[in-house]
């Protein structure tokens, strides 16, 4: 079975070589340069490849040298020789392992969404005042990240809390794989220090909550052709008598969702069927982003639960310098970096747990 697997592997990635080159082909065409749509997707594609290329090639060297190193054993008299090559293959085998390893988490495929921008929020929970400023303090936390990663970052709303920090927080974070390093961030995020609030000095458990939500682009809009019935009719109204003798008018009707666009504004049919499909578009993409919306109010309360401290996927203990994802059973003494940005740690150990767990699915079907 292992062995079936590895063929599997190895004809996956022989496939992707072959693309590869095909794309490397493409991107000197200069047909290919002068769009730069395509262009662009295929440059994507050819950043892709590569990585997984460039790591087939040290794996098939690697098996190389085991080929040769083995014949050499065969026909080698010469002592120091046999020890050379005895080495070499313990050292080209270690390296086929990990190599075969890193190859297989490359081939996971990965989740569409983890290129979205994200709509990011942070909420104070249980707490009272303390939450309010630990909600301010996971948002510098926050933005101290954005700002290493290149992230671009829109603020979208603001609710101060009475004494500071925040009550509710909403940003638009943009840039390179935006979803795929924060969805993770999700949940119940518990605090245990000594409040500035505290004049006992005892120490205090509050919790404020993060959403990290994939953001609906125009693009996201997908209309099959098969399902839009289109009409054509006289336009009425100002505009003189050419817009009331010609069909000039077009009517989009999209079967699915019953949603309706036409255009009279344009003189000619041509121009009404690009301002028609256009108005269409915007319909059905306001309706998605409501439904999205929805599902975002949705989602929102599975991802965070109630903002209870016992509903937490992390703890930030002050006291201790420690900080623990439970979903991973991750603890690390760092919290003053980690708060000044340095999530980096968590948020790969969080991505590396998620891929081992696709790689054992996959495995296991």
Known sequence: ????????????????????????????????????????ALNKEYKELSIIT???????????????????????????????????????????????????????????????????????GTGGDEAAIFAGDLYKMYSKYFESQGWKVETLQVNEGSVGGYSKLVLEVNGTNVFGMLKFESGAHRVQRVP????QGRLHTSAAT????????????NINKADLKVDTFRSSGAG???????????????????????????????????????????????????????????????????????DKIRTYNYPQNRVTDHRINLTLYSLDKIVQGAIDDIIDALRVAENASKLEAGESA
């Open 54 to 124: 460039e790591k087939y090639t040290e794996f098939t060297d690697a098996k190389d040298v085991i080929s040769s190193s083995k014949e050499l054993l065969e026909t080698e008299d010469d002592p120091e020789m046999i020890e050379m090559a005895k080495e070499e293959i313990s050292e080209a085998e270690a390296q086929v392992v990990d190599l075969e390893q890193e190859l297989k988490m490359l081939l996971i495929p990965k989740d569409p969404e983890d290129e979205k921008d994200v709509i990011f929020e942070i909420r104070s």
């Open 240 to 310: 003189g008598q050419h817009v009331n003798k010609t069909e000039s008018g077009v009517r989009f009707t999209h079967i699915p969702t019953g949603i309706v666009a036409e255009s009279t504004d344009g003189r000619s049919q041509i121009k009404n069927r690009e301002i028609a499909i256009q108005r269409l578009y915007q319909k059905i993409y306001d309706a998605q982003r409501e439904a999205h919306e929805n599902k975002v109010a949705s989602a929102r309360k599975s991802l965070v639960g109630s903002g209870d401290r016992s």
């Open 196 to 199: 500035k609030t505290e004049s």
């Open 1 to 40: 079975m292992i062995f079936i697997a590895l063929l599997n592997i190895i004809d996956k990635l022989e496939n992707i070589v072959e693309r590869f080159r095909l794309v490397q082909e493409q991107l000197s065409d200069p047909t290919i340069v002068s769009d730069m749509d395509k262009y662009s």
């Open 210 to 221: 993060v959403v990290v939500m994939p953001k609906l682009e125009m693009k996201d809009v």
